[in-house]
């Protein structure tokens, strides 16, 4: 093993990750958790209360887990669905965007970069198990920077990053 257990276990869980982001001054999207039908409401509207939202199950892979949802009953009826099977969930904003980049970085370097873009228009997600297409990619000075803080602050020898451009703003 490469990276020590408390590094996996920060990366692993997406609200762990978020926290960890977040309190190092890092970019990411609005994310809130979702506890209960009670934490809906709330939830949304910590994430700038528009639709589409995208819910994640705090722990998986490969965009399984994943959902992009456009109104507040589909909202809750998925996570609803997703409880029984006892998921705990995270909401965030969404992003329309075409691609993002995954950054490798082993000890603090950047060693790679590679832009994964959908094919298919109507999948939101960008995972290469989804079909996505990558490119190499040549990060900016600002992408590097915070992408190295953010490998950093996970605590990781080896990891990857993936962020996402939104205009001129970078979120990991």
Same mark, same amino acid.
């Given at each position: &093993? ?12 997406? &609200?762990?990750?978020?926290? &960890? ?28 209360? *528009?639709?589409?939202?995208?819910? *994640? ?14 109104? &507040? ?40 970069a590679a832009e ?13 198990h989804l079909g ?26 080896y990891c990857g ?12």
């Amino acid at each position: &093993m490469v990276n020590d257990l408390e590094s996996i276990l920060e990366c692993y869980n997406k &609200m762990t990750n978020v926290i &960890m982001l977040e309190r190092n001054n890092i970019p990411t999207p609005r994310s809130s958790i979702l506890s209960n039908k009670k934490s809906i409401e709330d939830a949304h509207q910590r994430v700038g209360g *528009k639709f589409p939202v995208v819910l *994640k199950t705090l722990t998986g892979t490969q965009g399984v887990g994943v959902s992009k949802v456009n109104d &507040m009953s589909s909202l809750i009826s998925v996570c609803q669905s997703l409880w029984k099977f006892e998921a705990d969930l995270l909401i965030q904003e969404f992003f329309d965007i075409k691609s993002d980049i995954r950054t490798l970085v082993v000890n603090g370097e950047i060693i790679g970069a590679a832009e994964r873009t959908k094919k298919d228009s109507k999948e939101f997600r960008n995972n290469v198990h989804l079909g996505a297409d990558t490119t190499p990619y040549v990060l900016t000075d600002l992408e590097r920077k915070i992408i190295i803080e953010a490998a950093r602050t996970s605590g990781a020898v080896y990891c990857g990053v993936d962020h996402c451009k939104v205009g001129k703003n970078v979120y990991v």
